[in-house]
């Protein structure tokens, strides 16, 4: 089953369909570096479109298009079509936080003349791709009075940015020898703050200087950090990669290319027979347990208000959700040519040969996987194939070399029918992932396909 890629396969236009969309990608992805401004950013151009709070409508009819944000991190976008609810919904679900190196809840210390602030790592990383590289501080700062200060340090061309050390190859004979996994211990992970003292202060000069810029700048106390939100990230924009520029290199693709996917293949099918909702969680890097995780009950009250205000009673989830059909939006693994023991050849997608359909995710003899029907991949296939959508089908990698799950789980135990779909990226986890444009077209195409599909 040999799978031609879009750029094989597609005439001129599409390929330049594919090249404007990803700009405009590239730009989102570099403006919304944090969870907050992805969700902030997509309600923006919502409400321009007419969306409105759920909380302003006392009843919902065809064509209403509403969205209710959860705690600034979590969004659900919803628009009625001309079925009734109770035959079921479509839903897309990806996720907006990405691995990053957030800051510990007291982080600023000094150290050899240094200020430095200790880290505590979101999500599944290799510590050492993020030592050396450089890095923006993003986040909010929660005051005890209820007011905020939003930071934003390293993006700005004259800005500052920061950075995490590593050992000199000259002196790493003793580093080189052990394994990845103890020779980057996660309390080493401290952060280049600052090394001017305040001349006035006898003790933790540096600190002092630090903490009086922030102070000054931004009206921070050391306390405030116990309740703030502040994260490292990769600086700098969303790149074209290759000398064809068929690639973009970036952080953050898992899994915003499938939240910007959906969310604009969500738009772009307002008109649709369907009722259609995208729904964009947070904390699915660190096992979706949160309240504004997909494992939190955000969701299914969100429905029930949905059904309340169409004249449906609460009970009637129960048939909605029976009747619904779902795609877990999330990243793939792709093969790898610098990598490929660790792949199947047979059964692992290829970079730019289209949206990975993906049966079995979890480890070994299919832990924790979701595994859908085989009629529901069957119907995928069809919708796929019927709107010429690039597809492929993926499986994440050799069977007992590990494994990884998706929140797919948190919408099959309502009895959804729910399938992994979603672009394939390499680097996965790294400060900078690598796509093909063609994947992420062909993801978006898929998307529009399912919101479309009667
Ligand atoms: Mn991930
Ligand atoms: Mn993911």
Redesign the pocket.
């Known amino acids: 089953m040999e799978r031609k890629s879009g750029w094989e396969i597609w005439n001129e236009n599409k390929i330049k369909d594919s090249f404007e969309y990803c700009e405009k990608y590239k730009e989102f992805l570099s403006k919304n570096k944090t969870v907050r401004k992805f969700v902030n950013s997509c309600v923006e151009i919502a409400e321009n479109i007419g969306f409105k709070n759920i909380n302003e409508f006392k009843k919902l009819k065809k064509g209403d298009k509403f969205y209710k944000v959860n705690k600034g991190k979590e969004v659900i976008f919803g628009v009625l079509g001309n079925k009734k609810l109770i035959e079921g919904c479509r839903f897309i679900v990806a996720h907006v936080d990405?691995?990053r190196i957030d800051l510990k809840t007291t982080p600023l210390y000094e150290d050899e003349n240094i200020a430095l602030f200790k880290t505590y790592y979101y999500?599944?990383i290799k510590k050492y791709q993020w030592l050396t590289i450089p890095l923006a501080l993003h986040g909010v700062v929660f005051m005890k009075d209820g007011s905020f200060k939003e930071i934003e340090i390293g993006e700005k061309e004259d800005d500052p940015v920061f950075t995490i050390t590593d050992l000199l190859p000259h002196l790493a004979k003793e580093q080189i020898k052990r394994t990845i996994e103890d020779g980057f211990p996660g309390e080493n992970l401290n952060v280049f703050v600052g090394t001017i003292p305040d001349k006035s202060k006898d003790k933790e000069k540096i600190k002092s200087n630090i903490l009086k810029i922030l102070k000054e700048f931004y009206g921070i106390e050391e306390e405030d950090f116990i309740s703030s939100e502040l994260e490292l990230v990769p600086a700098g924009k969303s790149k074209d990669s290759g000398i064809d520029k068929s690639l973009i290199l970036s952080y953050g693709h898992?899994?915003r290319v499938c939240s910007y996917t959906s969310f604009t293949a969500f738009i772009d099918s307002l008109n649709s027979e369907n009722n259609n909702f995208c729904i964009l969680v947070d904390q699915?890097?660190i096992g979706s347990r949160g309240s504004t995780s997909a494992g939190s009950s955000f969701f299914e009250y969100f429905i029930e208000e949905v059904l309340e205000k169409s004249d449906y009673s609460v009970s009637d989830i129960k048939k909605t959700f029976q009747n619904s059909k779902a795609i877990s939006g999330?990243?793939n693994t792709l093969l790898d040519p610098n990598f490929k023991e660790a792949y199947d050849p047979r059964n692992s997608a290829k970079i730019g040969c289209g949206v990975v359909l993906t049966k079995i995710t979890g480890g070994r003899g299919k832990g924790g996987s979701t595994e859908p029907t085989g009629e529901y991949v069957a119907y995928m296939r069809k919708i796929f194939d019927k709107n010429n959508v690039l597809w492929q089908p993926g499986e994440i990698g050799k069977l007992e070399l590990g494994g990884?799950g998706t929140v797919a789980t948190y919408f099959a135990r309502y009895n959804i029918d729910t399938i992994d779909c979603g672009t394939g990226v390499l680097s996965?986890?790294a400060p900078f992932e690598l796509v093909s444009k063609a994947d992420v077209y062909s993801t978006y195409e898929a998307y529009k396909a399912f919101y479309r599909e009667e």
């Open positions: 990405c691995p999500g599944g898992d899994d699915e890097e999330d990243v990884g996965m986890h």
